[in-house]
């Protein structure tokens, strides 16, 4: 079970870390996914990271911006999210993907479990 914390409300420029964490002993064969969706559109996988090796890869659409990146002493992942635009308004999702490979990820791998999604609003 993935438990996101730390979406709200900010203004355009603001910023935004995401939290997604869980409990048990094998945090560290999951590729973490960080996933965000609005009405309408294709769900996005805008971040992931790799297992243990520090592999990281970004969408276009948030790469300089945001910032994943994990701690697997305290089965923790983060997503910091700089210079946050209204068009980065979703629910963001953070996933889990089992591997046994640790130095890579994909941002359309096909996770096994899902966090409950925490809504980002970037207004004026």
């Known amino acids: 079970q993935l438990v996101e914390s730390g979406g709200g409300s900010v203004q355009p420029g603001g910023s935004l870390r995401l939290s997604c964490t869980t409990s048990g002993d094998t945090f560290d064969y999951y590729i973490i996914i960080w996933l965000r969706q609005t009405p309408g559109k294709e769900r996005e996988g805008v971040a992931c990271i790799s297992s243990r090796d520090g592999y990281v890869n970004y969408a276009d659409s948030v790469r300089g911006r945001f910032t994943v990146s994990r701690d697997n002493t305290k089965n923790t992942a983060y997503l910091q999210m700089n210079n946050l635009q209204p068009e980065d308004t979703a629910i963001y999702y953070c996933?889990?993907?089992?591997?046994?490979?640790?130095?890579?990820?994909?941002?359309?791998?096909?996770?096994?479990?899902w966090g409950q999604g925490t809504q980002v609003t970037v207004s004026s």
């Open positions: 996933a889990a993907q089992k591997t046994q490979v640790h130095d890579i990820c994909y941002r359309q791998g096909k996770p096994d479990y």
